[in-house]
Each structure stands twice: as structure tokens, then as C-alpha cells.
């Protein structure tokens, strides 16, 4: 049964990254709209566009889902990109390894939804900024939904998230080597 759940929440999670990628296409209201979404004093504005998918009383739900409306709608992307973040993360930072392990760090130090929510603003804006196809936003729904369901699924995220930056990134001592 948990299995079964989980894969029909990613599903959840695939069928509303895709509706949003393709109606912030076509309706720049809408995409204005969910661009709201990830400003806790403006969120309200994009409940409309989230209530067909969550449960709006249910902050596990509405807070990812409003964070990650609002970044789709504002690069706009074609289609659903492959990275998870911690992959995308060091593919963005692959000149400055020091600015993407603080941020890694500074993500793998959060202890609940609000909070990694919150610094995933930053992290998502500049991924955006460097490399706006990248990142997969259906996983990214995937890991939050799973960060606030309890700690050692939250713990199993982290161990992804830095799994995945550190595969993409080179071994510190060789980084090291390689300036002397």
C-alpha cells in the first residue's frame, strides 16, 4: 500500500507540473497568478489554481506546490527538466563549488517544510537564473512531499539531495590539487 501511494502521489505531482507548464504557456494571467504563490502574503492569490490538485488546508501540500507553481511560471520552461537539486545545484556552481555546497548545507540544515521552503526560494532563483531547464520539478514536488511526511523520510531526502551534488561535484581533495 505505502508503495502504491507513493507512486500515485508522483503522479499527482507529474499531471501538476505538467498542467502548469503548459497553461503558464498559454495564460500569462494564470502564470501571473501562481507566480504569487510562493510569497506567504500573497499566496492567496494562487489557491485557485491549487485547489484543483491539494487539499489548501494541508500546509505539507499547499506550500511546496505554491513554491513550485510560482518558479515554473516564472522561466516558463518547455517541458519538465531531468535534475533533481542537488544535481542541478552543482551544475549551476560548477565554477564556484564553495557557493554551492554553503547553499547544499544551508537546505540539508532545514527541519521542516516551512523552513526548506524558504531557502529553496533562493536556490531555485538561481538555478533558474544560470541553467532554467535543468531542474525537474515533478521530483522536486516528489522529495518535498516526502521531506514533510517525517524525519527519517526526511533525512532519506537530504541523503539524495547531497548524493546527487556530490556525484556531480569533484572530490575535494582533488579540487584542491588541481589550483596547487
Not at 499566496?43 to 488546508?57: C, T, V
Not at 501540500?61 to 513554491?67: C, D, G, K, Q
Request: with cysteine; glycine share 6%.
Amino acid at each position: 500500500m505505502c508503495k502504491a501511494n507513493a507512486q500515485e502521489n508522483n503522479t499527482k505531482e507529474k499531471e501538476f507540473v505538467k498542467h502548469v507548464i503548459k497553461k503558464a504557456g498559454e495564460d500569462t494571467g494564470y502564470a501571473a497568478m501562481l507566480r504569487r504563490g510562493d510569497n506567504p502574503d500573497t499566496e492567496y492569490y494562487a489557491w485557485e489554481a491549487l485547489a484543483r490538485f491539494i487539499d489548501l488546508q494541508n500546509d505539507r501540500e499547499r506550500i511546496p506546490y505554491a513554491l513550485v507553481g510560482a518558479a515554473i511560471c516564472r522561466v516558463k520552461p518547455q517541458k519538465d527538466g531531468e535534475a533533481g537539486i542537488g544535481e542541478a545545484l552543482a551544475k549551476c556552481c560548477k565554477d564556484n563549488r564553495d557557493e554551492g555546497n554553503m547553499r547544499l548545507r544551508r537546505l540539508l540544515s532545514c527541519d521542516n517544510i516551512q523552513e526548506v521552503c524558504r531557502i529553496l526560494r533562493q536556490v531555485l532563483t538561481l538555478i533558474q537564473s544560470r541553467q532554467p531547464e535543468l531542474l525537474s520539478y515533478s521530483r522536486l514536488l516528489d522529495d518535498l512531499y516526502k521531506f514533510g511526511k517525517s524525519s527519517w523520510r526526511r533525512n532519506k531526502v537530504k541523503q539524495n539531495w547531497a548524493m546527487d551534488f556530490y556525484a556531480v561535484s569533484p572530490p575535494l581533495t582533488a579540487r584542491k590539487t588541481k589550483g596547487a
